[in-house]
């Protein structure tokens, strides 16, 4: 299908008459009154076409001519923002969607808190706040490249359509970068816009700007962990530029905030059921030892260890795009009031402008791990890692409990801040889950048991076997309690053509 036709298409996929906030008649779905702003408008309406030649060709690999049951956002109210139905991706309707402006916003932080929130890019923080808009945006279409192949192997329709939502969501966080870069930044916007189609995902003369978004994602665990830990840094990077001075920035975070939820819930509910599957399966066989690994696999179901294992490969290689502990630019983008903290308006106890205050920082010192007090300011990626690997640990907990409920003898658990790590004050360290600074040659011997070792990657691979049919799944992974938008059982997700 050229781009042309999309285009066509996708004018007809959703009729107008429905919504009130978002303009639908337009080429471009928004609720910014770009109607009104020809230049832009035009702008992006040239961006738009080269946007979908990279979906066809970079985005989900076959499945584009098929029906599936997608949400589309409507609004941008917190109750009822989506309506479903049955889309083909490429007529998706990608939108420019900012939540409603607050009046009278102050900048909540920094060296500027207090004044009247931006509308406007001020000039002297210019450099820093496109970069940070950037490297948001090549996130989005990486995640999209990373998981392009998974539809043929998915476990179920349910699955699949699940795979595809984050997918078309994730194109349209790139249409919000694409609008803040054609829309404030001029020209330099337009040829970044124009860069975030050109990047790949893992290409090695010009590769995805953070080193996890070059990683494969070749199966469904790892994306079920990708999900849940990976996009978990979208949600708390997302917070804390919610937070920015710079308004359109801020007001475009907290829409996209409300769809990155939704990413979470699939990788956490993904993980969960595939516990669901291995624990019943092993009760099923009287297996009481989840370490028996060759007797678990035989049941066609993933071990609990294999599963710690992918844990800590993703929750090590996610903490890695938090950038440094101590970080001059993360100092500089708080002072500026251009990136806040998690939650940063409603924290209580300080003044938000951290000249004076103190963190706590881990770091290895003569091979001992040792926490030193940082000056707050430099301190805030690993302030903000601090409060990701937090976040994190209510889903483990959850996975835990379905665990012991099931009566088997196993737990999750976060490995070390600094294990695995190759950005940071741990980069060049070897650090065990537990938290012991070892040699290389300790590292060397033990890391095969710690994260995914080839046999992992095969058995995984061994039971990635597509399973199509309307309300079945694959032998490892459980059925959903409940279906999208409560559809019953049996309602066929995808309607493969
Ligand atoms: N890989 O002072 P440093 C999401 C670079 S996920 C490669 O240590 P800084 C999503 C850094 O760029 C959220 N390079 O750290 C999830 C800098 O380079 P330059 C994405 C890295 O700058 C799932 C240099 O090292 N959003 O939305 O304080 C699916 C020194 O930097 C890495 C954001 O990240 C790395 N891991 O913080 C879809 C928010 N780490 O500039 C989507 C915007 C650091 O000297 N970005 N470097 O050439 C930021 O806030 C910051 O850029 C970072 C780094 C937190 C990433």
Known sequence: MSAEDIISDAAGAISADRFVEIDYDEVIPNNVALGSDRQIQRALEGWRPKYLDWWSGMGPIGYQTSEVYLRTAVGVDPGGWAKFAYVKMPSYRWGILLAPKVEGRTIPFGRHKGEPAWQEVPGEHRALLRRLIVVQGDTEPASVEQQRFLGATAPSLYDMRNLFQVNVEEGRHLWAMVYLLVKYFGRDGREEAEALLERQSGQLDNPRILGAFNERTPDWLSFFMFTFFTDRDGKMQLAALAESGFDPLSRTCRFMLTEE????????????????????????????????????????????PLLQRKLNFHASVTRDLFGSEISSNAAESFGSGIKGRFNEANLKGDDHVLADATYPVARVVDGKLVEEQAPALRALNSRLLDDFIADCQGGIDRWNRSIEKAGVAFKFVQPHKGFNRRIGEFAGKRISPAGEVLTEDEWQARSGDWLPNDADMAFISSLMKPCHEPGKYASWIAAPRVGVDNKPGDFEYVKIY
């Open 261 to 304: 939820a939704h990413h979470m819930f699939v990788g956490e509910t993904g993980v969960q059921r595939t516990i669901e599957a291995t624990c019943a399966a092993m009760v099923k066989a009287g297996i009481k030892d989840p370490n028996d690994v060759e007797a678990v696999r035989k049941l066609g179901v993933v071990d609990l």
